[in-house]
């Protein structure tokens, strides 16, 4: 009977082990997790200062700034191309800013916010760091194009759709600089055919 306890704690030790470490692979899922569970209803220690939605959309902006200044400092190392190189520098700089921007809202919000880009976002960086030269180059133009995309569209989306002022403000504000890094990725990959 020992026995069998014994086998069945390690076992729940083993599962648990797993889900935490789950959890510890992809920060912004468990954000989205804790902040799904806080009450909207009221502020403070257990309550959320903004809906369901606007919560949301404050974890995908965190998410994907982290994940623009990860892939920036790859860029400002290793990058051969001078402009790819600038672009890089730029993102650390101008993302690093608008995450900070993000954070102070978040924290009056009571939003819990990702603490690392998500799995996707990890891989890119692992994909982009395991390429150079020329290739790494094109690998991370490519994909400043994509990301750049997906984050007007959200920011175009937060800025006519939050509930909360203060993160419409927030993507509002922000998007203009997100179109431009647009502009200029653009531009930098379509000199770069």
Known sequence: MKKLSLVAMMAIAALSFQACNNAAKDSKETADSVNAVKDTTTTGATGIAVD?????????AANAGMAEVAAGKLASEKAVDPRVKEFGNMMVMDHTKANEEL?????????TLPTAPDADHQKMAAD?????GKD????YVDA????HKKVVSMLEDASKNCKDADLMAFATKTLPTVKAHLAKIEAIQSSMK
């Open 52 to 60: 369901e939605n606007d919560a949301k959309f404050a974890t995908d």
């Open 103 to 111: 954070m102070a809202i978040a924290k009056t919000k009571n939003i």
């Open 128 to 132: 982009l760091a395991a390429k150079s």
């Open 136 to 139: 790494f180059d094109k690998a």
């Open 144 to 147: 400043m194009v994509d990301g």
